[in-house]
């Protein structure tokens, strides 16, 4: 006995099983992708000016990883506009396990704090490891009058306008953490833009500017040579390397921390496959005894978290710098 089968049903077949041997034919792309993966450099992208804190990361990493992978990793800067133009030329990348970004804390501010950030955190990236953080430090050139947090305020507070200050780049979190500063205190510091921590550290250094607020791996060699004067950190914890410098809440500004993440992300498309090389293999190069000792001396304490616990980090830090920029009112 024969049953008949209806049209409908026959149609709804088909469907299922022409949407299955995509699914299939995708897996078995993407094995093999991964399979001759990789067979010529990588590229991580760092959306910064060579010299800071982003910059010293991938390089420490790079080297490791190349031997790993047994093909040159290449450090590439494409700074500006706060980090926006590098995160966005990452995002375009081929999803090919060929490009990476290796960014700050910035990425995941700059959707809250400009109008058009030119990328979406959630839908263009996917994340892969969360390396490690580090507070801000706020410092001064050498020979500057100010020589604690306190001169700073008094002369800012009878100088309106007149004291002007920088960071790695408007909507990084030093920018933002002073710009919360501002706002607590009712100072009007004015913020001088430049396009990275390398070219922000040159002006402190020669004087251009009154005061510096950068991640303290890009000033943490300057300020153990005598070349900046440190005058207060943001950590939640005092910096072991600089514990004679107090902390912003410990100066009478509760709640203003800041804490950089330093992180690797891959362009979402990336084959898995190839995704869980990377993340393995750079979690493996973290643990690795010399590897951390360069990344504390450059001013980041590791944390090494993986794909699934960072990508819980992002989801409520997105939500954090969200709330925190919409209360101080700053839009770029």
């Known amino acids: 006995m024969f049953t008949r089968i209806k049209y409908s049903d026959m149609f709804k077949l088909k469907v299922v099983v022409g949407v299955a041997a995509i699914i299939i034919f995708e897996l078995i792309s993407s094995k093999a992708i991964a399979s001759e993966w990789p067979n010529k450099p990588i590229t991580l992208i760092v959306p910064f000016a ?29 700074a500006g506009a706060g980090g926006n133009i590098g995160i966005a030329v990452a995002a375009r990348s081929a999803p090919d396990g060929y490009s990476f970004l290796l960014a ?36 001064v050139p050498v020979d500057s009058k100010f020589m604690n947090f306190a001169d700073v305020v008094e002369y800012a507070k009878a100088n309106p306008g007149k004291l002007n200050w920088t960071s790695p780049g408007a909507g990084t979190a030093p920018f933002l953490v002073t710009e919360n500063v501002n706002m607590r205190l009712g100072l009007n510091m004015v913020h001088v833009p430049f396009p990275g921590a390398g070219p922000a550290t040159l002006a402190a250094l020669g004087g251009q500017v009154d005061l510096y607020t950068a991640n303290i791996g890009s000033v943490l060699a300057q300020i153990k040579a005598g070349k900046l004067r440190a005058l207060a950190q943001t950590g939640v914890i005092r910096w072991p390397e600089l514990p004679n410098i107090p902390r912003l809440e410990e100066l009478g500004l509760p709640g203003v921390l800041s804490e950089n993440n330093q992180s690797l992300y891959s362009p979402s498309g990336v084959p898995q496959e190839i995704t869980k090389i990377i993340a393995n293999e750079v979690q493996t190069i973290l643990r690795r005894p010399d590897i951390r000792e360069k990344l504390i001396k450059s001013g980041l304490a590791v944390v090494n978290e993986g794909p699934k616990e960072f990508q819980a980090r992002v989801t409520r830090e997105l939500k954090t710098y969200k709330e925190i920029i919409e209360k101080i009112g700053i839009k770029m």
Request: net charge negative; proline share 9%.
């Open 50 to 78: 060579a010299g800071g804190g982003s910059d010293t990361v991938a390089r420490i990493l790079a080297s490791p990883l190349s031997e790993v992978l047994k093909v040159p990793v290449i450090v590439q800067n494409r």
């Open 104 to 139: 700050s804390s910035a990425f995941l501010i700059n959707p809250s704090l400009y109008n058009n950030a030119s990328y979406d955190p959630v839908k263009d990236f996917s994340p892969l490891v969360n390396i490690g953080v580090a507070p801000d430090v706020i410092t």
